[in-house]
């Protein structure tokens, strides 16, 4: 019988039984997809990783192989699970760290975690993003179940990818996401023809930024349920509100996430404006350890 060990834990709070779940397993049993993919439907959390251990001068080259699956499908890149992947790390293969910093080698490139003052707070650098189409106000809005009127009067619904592409909705304000209703079936074909998968609404709060209450608010609704905590979503959010210079380029802004299913996720984000161009995207949060145990596989 082959064991593998494997985590749980709650990424985007420092808070046991908040945040988003993921499980982390150390595939050292060269497991198939057909496998991981069985595991993470076990598991049914929105993800599930799997960290494929290599030669210690291919890490240090390449980055630490990790393998993302939701209860569906493999993900080419997601941002709880990087950074609650990286947090396992740090604290049960410390070698895998250059000074402050790991990088993993994710089917999208290899991505940069780093890890700083707070034991278990770090902050991914995620690709540079790509713009899509802006999208059609009205069917968004039918789409999401909010009123025209909910929507953003200056910012434009778009399509962005950070590494997954999602549709960014943003609103005129944060108290409308109480509202959102996804129609999944018939968004989900929509979505697609546009380059996107999900669509990520967000709304601002009116807080200041350096203030300790977020100043966004996000909701993700998708494969029926709704996610705690987006980090992938959040890197294409901050971009495409740096663009439209709807936040400050370069400086962090805190969006809070979760709230409405009692898993209150915090996200700290920034991109910057370089050359015309949106770079440097950073989403960040802590990570806690909830749980620990082996599977058993035959």
Known sequence: ?????????????????????????????????EQMQAIAREFHLSETTFIER???????????????????????FAGHPTLGTATVLKQHAPETLDGDTLR????????????????????MKQPEPEFGAELDKAE??????????????TL???????????AIVPLASSHALERLR?????????????GARWFYVLGPTGCRIGSPEPQWRARMQFYGGEDPATGSAAGCAISHLVKYGAAPSGEKIHLRQGVEINRTSDLFLSA???????????????????????????
């Not at 993993?104 to 770090?122: E, I």
């Not at 434009?156 to 999602?166: E, L, N, R, Y």
């Not at 996804?182 to 546009?194: D, F, G, I, K, P």
């Open 1 to 33: 019988m082959q064991k593998l060990e494997y985590f749980v834990v709650d990424v985007f709070t420092d808070t046991v039984l908040q945040g988003n779940p993921l499980a982390v397993v150390i595939n050292t049993c060269e497991l198939t997809v």
């Open 54 to 76: 290599r030669p210690s001068s291919v890490e240090r080259s390449e980055g630490v192989r990790v393998r993302i699956f939701t209860t569906e499908e493999e993900l080419n």
């Open 104 to 123: 993993l080698a994710l089917n999208v490139g290899p991505v940069p975690v780093r890890f700083s003052g707070k034991a278990l707070f770090a902050e």
């Open 140 to 153: 968004v809005a039918r789409l999401t179940g909010l009123a025209l009127d909910d929507l953003s009067p």
């Open 156 to 166: 434009p619904p778009q399509a962005v990818s950070t590494g997954t592409a999602f």
């Open 182 to 194: 996804v129609n999944q079936q018939q968004a989900t074909s929509w979505l697609r023809e546009r």
């Open 272 to 298: 910057k404006t370089i050359d015309t161009r949106v770079k440097d995207v950073r989403v960040g949060g802590s990570t806690v350890f909830v749980a620990k145990g082996q599977l058993f596989l035959s």
